[in-house]
């Protein structure tokens, strides 16, 4: 089978990543997989055997705002036509995150029956949660537009509910298939050698974002009464970064909260922390929740809309998901320090990569 993965670009990120997992294992399924990327930034390394091109926009013209998505459109077009008469035509097409979904619901000459849009996050709360009135209706109608009638892929069964009840989406088509894990190549990186601290530390994994909430975690963390030092591993704009070290100051512990940075291989740190948690407002899915209960680490995170809750219930963790305000969160985080759970590793078999693979490529006609 021949795929294609088009996406916006490859800075870092849950769902890039989602992406070159994807990639990697329908390649080692024995399938041709081309992957297009709109911009040329990619800060991962690239699955090998994948053919990777960036379809990028080159135009200077004072006016190029305005045409963007069209001209954009006609480009990837071309790319794709290219490719096909090089190499065949492709038997799936999937569109990975917004930006890319507005540039290839644009494209005319694509198979309907053959592309699928990939929707990775909650849509209502990241674009229209801080919007009102005639601003938030507009916005919606617009996404609206890109996702109707079309075939979709959700995250999690959160993420396709709120496509379909929050932005009145009816698709043609509609798979809810959970994000893909190697387990093995994880549990591999886990046992990298790393610098250990001989104190216990929590962990927090991702961007410095408004959606991720460092100020909860930090709230709670300060609440919580845990001693241990918090990691922050992970890295974002740095006046972000400065509220948040600005916080640890104001809450008195400075000198416990560790800002570790982006982490190419994060699982060493995440394989020997205490526990990891999770204090998102939404999560598409929340990949770092299944990556630390693969590398047997204890996880706590907030019932945000999306995939947390999901993932939590099915792993019988049910206890381990906090209300959105940090007092809860510090209650499950201290309840999780003292009596870590018993984690079933059976469970997160449902999540192998050849298994979601399979359920990718099965949607093909």
């Given at each position: 089978?021949r ?24 390649k080692?399924l ?14 991962y ?19 190029r ?6 001209r954009?459109?006609?480009?990837l077009?071309?790319?794709?036509k290219t ?10 097409i999937?569109s990975n995150?917004?930006k ?5 619901a644009?494209?005319k ?13 909650m849509?209502?709360?990241t ?5 009102t ?9 617009k996404?609206?537009?890109i ?5 979709i892929?959700?995250?999690s069964?959160a ?13 043609r088509r ?8 190697d ?5 591999d ?10 104190e ?13 909430r460092?100020?909860?975690l930090?709230?709670?963390y300060a ?8 990691v922050l591993?992970g ?12 916080l640890?100051d104001?809450?008195g512990?400075a000198?416990r ?13 995440i394989?020997h ?8 407002d ?10 630390a ?16 809750e999901e ?14 305000n ?9 309840m ?11 469970q997160?078999?449902?999540y ?14």
């Amino acid at each position: 089978m021949r795929v294609l993965m088009i996406i916006d670009g490859l800075p870092g990120g849950g769902a890039e990543k989602v992406v070159l997992t994807l990639c990697e294992g329908m390649k080692k399924l024995g399938h041709q997989v081309s992957l297009f990327s709109l911009r040329n930034v990619c800060n991962y390394q690239l699955p090998e055997g994948i053919d990777y091109k960036v379809v990028e926009s080159t135009s200077r013209a004072p006016w190029r705002k305005i045409t963007e998505l069209n001209r954009r459109a006609r480009s990837l077009e071309q790319a794709i036509k290219t490719s096909e008469k090089q190499g065949g035509s492709y038997d799936l097409i999937f569109s990975n995150l917004h930006k890319t979904d507005r540039i290839v619901a644009r494209c005319k000459n694509l198979p309907a029956e053959k592309l699928w849009f990939c929707v990775h996050g909650m849509l209502s709360e990241t674009y229209l949660g801080h919007r009102t009135g005639l601003n938030r209706w507009l916005k919606k109608r617009k996404m609206s537009q890109i996702y109707q009638g079309k075939n979709i892929v959700s995250v999690s069964a959160a993420v396709d509910k709120d496509l379909v009840c929050e932005l009145s989406v009816s698709p043609r088509r509609q798979a809810v298939i959970n994000n893909p894990f190697d387990l093995q190549a994880i549990l591999d990186q886990a046992a990298e050698p790393y610098l250990p601290d001989t104190e216990p530390y929590l962990i927090h994994v991702g961007r410095f974002h408004p959606q991720k909430r460092h100020d909860r975690l930090l709230k709670a963390y300060a609440r919580s009464g845990i001693q241990a030092k918090l990691v922050l591993a992970g890295t974002g704009e740095a006046y972000r970064i400065d509220d948040i070290r600005q916080l640890a100051d104001k809450l008195g512990i400075a000198d416990r909260v560790i800002f570790a940075g982006f982490q190419s291989n994060p699982f060493p740190l995440i394989k020997h922390a205490k526990m990891l948690v999770l204090s998102s407002d939404s999560e598409g899915f929340g990949n770092v929740l299944v990556e630390a209960l693969i590398c047997g680490t204890p996880v706590v995170s907030t019932r945000c809309p999306g995939g947390p809750e999901e993932i939590l219930e099915k792993a019988g963790m049910g206890n381990a998901l906090a209300k959105l305000n940090s007092k809860s969160l510090a209650e499950k985080m201290a309840m999780v320090w003292q009596t870590p759970p018993t984690i079933d590793h059976q469970q997160l078999k449902r999540y192998d990569i050849q298994y979601i693979c399979q359920q990718y490529l099965s949607l093909r006609d």
